[in-house]
């Protein structure tokens, strides 16, 4: 099992470019969720899902897309990139709510 | 929405002695409590977590607390060894729309 599964690992954009973070998991795990983490500030939940075809907003979900059309792909988009949204990014899975999460290694990007 | 503080933000202690990291949250309906353990350049790995129908759980050298009344929760690692150095979070959460984590602490083994 590789677990969950995040690319790119680095990624530069410009100001305005868009772009989609890919995350596909093979533990058939209905719940997912993308967090931001910045220095100092811990993960902040971006979006989530709780299964296919069903996508919620997190406590940061401005300047962001989700979609789910399958239990294993979540992909995160940003359209139009901004410096604030300099950060690295994981994705992360579970089996529900009050299960521990597993983790993939983040995407680290860089918006100049 | 919940909210989670943890203290410290860094911590130092000498290998071979005990490290203790405390969280509070402010919902009490959350019933889960999770602690993760981050190192440098990867995605964050979940060590011990505890749920609300228990006051502790142990797990070899990582023991974690819980007290509901007071909604704090602790880590406690004892016997540090130089592979305990990363930062830990804490977490609160149960429901479907995520866990609330803690800004981290970084603890630092020192030999």
Partial sequence: ?112 | GENVEQHPSTLSVQEGDSAVIKCTYSDSASNYFPWYKQELGKGPQLIIDIRSNVGEKKDQRIAVTLNKTAKHFSLHITETQPEDSAVYFCASGGGADGLTFGKGTHLIIQP
């Fill in chain 1, 1 to 112: 099992n590789a677990g969950v599964t995040q690319t790119p690992k680095f990624r530069i954009l410009k100001i305005g470019q868009s772009m989609t973070l890919q995350c596909t998991q093979d533990m058939n795990h209905n719940y997912m969720y993308w967090y931001r983490q910045d220095p100092g500030m811990g993960l902040k939940l971006i979006y989530y899902s709780v299964g296919a075809g069903i996508t919620d907003k997190g406590e940061v979900p401005n300047g962001y897309n989700v979609s789910r059309s399958t239990t294993e792909d979540f992909p995160l988009r940003l359209e139009l990139a901004a410096p604030s949204q300099t950060s690295v990014y994981f994705c992360a899975s579970s089996l529900g709510g009050g299960a521990g999460y597993t983790f993939g290694s983040g995407t680290r990007l860089t918006v100049v």
